[in-house]
């Protein structure tokens, strides 16, 4: 009965917004609380729009839904002996929640980027809700405050665990992969605030505080693909002209790193560089063997999940199997996923879901792009349209590296922001 007074409670135009407001808000420091409150937003939003079959852009995604089901089928009938042992039905099924619901909710949050000024909304409330992850990871790594913090009887659950040789910041994150991610996301909507308000004096203190946070602890977490995404995000979000300063510092900064590499012939230069350079940051690069790329971890579970695509392209393995299917192949040796989203979709649920579902996210990246970069429109100019670009291309481009997709925070940026690209080119009069 609570449940359902709380959808009664949200209805009104108003109230959504402001729900979907605090959701947006407390998603990065309390994501279990604010997957609550969004949902029910969702759901009352959901009654008032259109036919969801409605939109031709919906129905790859109904596809994909149902190719998804026809795998879980027929993994869950005809199992594979190879795994029948070591692999829970279950895990078949709950990979589902990975995907659908956030088709369905992709559809709904576009309510609420309609315009420029919406998407503007989202970009503040991410970036001003995330001050809390800034904080934790500067008190993780310089005062050494480690968790993990539960408060509301562990309904929020702060992580900041303590920082291992090697490893970088975490923040409020469990992986400093998903926490560079999460800044990856931040940084174009901190810039473009900082571009904003730069003749703003009390403004420009307060943006460019925020945008050096992001931009330090990215560098801390020393994740390589933070660091790519981080060089990427400016370029494309300040344009060409950012090459001649982003460039020397690219070269000014990897001098000391391939010195300290031993990639010059005097040790006295190797050793030069080792006094240069953090040992964390030389150890994000000494096992990257260029000569010999077939022997990368990465590389070789590419080849893996290739191999496996490969006996079951159509409907795949069911979710949660490639770290089954590895360990049993490679001597128990554990890897969470596949590194390569595409990979990962089609190992889960077959080739066809994965092309359906990647295409389409290509589609609309594209056509947003489009949109924003060849409009005569000087708002899109230097916009936050633009950063919202940015931010859902950044996401999309880490994971043919990496997946971080399963952290809800990240998983359901990526479908409110790319939510956003599609009203930019479907609505242009709400621009």
Not at 107 to 112: D, S
Not at 230 to 253: D, E, F, H, N, Y
Not at 342 to 370: D, H
């Amino acid at each position: 009965m609570k449940f359902l007074q709380l959808i009664k409670n949200l209805k009104g135009g108003n109230n959504e917004f402001k729900y979907f407001n605090v959701g947006i808000f407390l998603l990065p420091s309390a994501p279990l609380i604010s997957s609550i409150i969004l949902l029910l937003t969702a759901i009352s939003t959901s009654l008032k729009k259109k036919n969801y079959f409605r939109d031709i852009w919906n129905l790859p995604f109904i596809l994909c839904t149902f190719l998804m089901i026809i795998s879980c089928i027929s993994n869950s009938i005809f199992r594979e002996e190879i795994y029948k042992n070591s692999y829970s039905l279950e895990l078949i099924w709950i990979g589902l929640f990975n995907w659908i619901p956030y088709f369905w909710l992709f559809w709904v949050f576009q309510n609420f980027s309609l315009n420029h000024i919406h998407r503007q909304k989202i970009c503040f409330l991410l970036l001003s809700g995330s001050i809390p992850v800034l904080i934790s990871g500067m008190l993780q790594y310089f005062f050494k405050l480690h968790g993990p913090f539960e408060f509301i009887g562990g309904l929020v659950t702060w992580y900041s665990r303590k920082i291992d040789l090697g490893d970088g910041m975490t923040g409020l994150f469990n992986n400093a992969n998903y926490l560079g991610m999460w800044l990856n996301i931040l940084w174009p909507f901190s810039l473009m605030f900082f571009l904003e308000n730069r003749k703003n004096l009390k403004k420009s203190l307060a943006t460019i505080t925020i945008m050096i946070l992001v931009l330090c602890c990215t560098i801390l977490t020393f994740s390589r693909n933070a660091w790519l995404g981080l060089i990427i995000g400016t370029i494309l979000l300040l344009g060409k002209k950012s090459l001649r300063w982003v460039l020397p510092l690219i070269l000014l900064a990897s001098f000391p790193i391939l010195m300290g590499l031993g990639l010059f012939p005097n040790p006295n230069i190797t050793e030069l560089g080792q006094n240069i350079v953090p040992n964390r940051v030389l150890h994000q690069f000494i096992d990257i063997n260029f000569a010999n790329l077939s022997a990368l971890p990465r590389v070789q579970i590419w080849n893996e999940s290739i191999n496996l695509i490969s006996q079951k392209p159509f409907l795949g393995w069911g979710s949660a199997s490639f770290p089954i299917l590895f360990g049993i192949k490679n001597n128990s040796t554990f890897f969470g996923h596949t590194h390569n989203l595409p990979l990962e979709i089609s190992l889960s649920f077959g080739i066809p879901a994965a092309l359906i579902l990647i295409t389409s996210i290509i589609l609309i990246i594209n056509k947003s792009k489009i949109k924003i970069f060849t409009s005569n429109n000087k708002i899109n100019q230097i916009s936050f349209d633009k950063a919202c670009f940015v931010s859902t291309f950044l996401i999309f481009f880490s994971h043919m590296f990496d997946i971080q997709y399963f952290d809800i925070r990240i998983g359901l940026t990526f479908w409110i922001l790319l939510g956003a690209l599609k009203n930019i080119f479907k609505n242009p009069q709400n621009i």
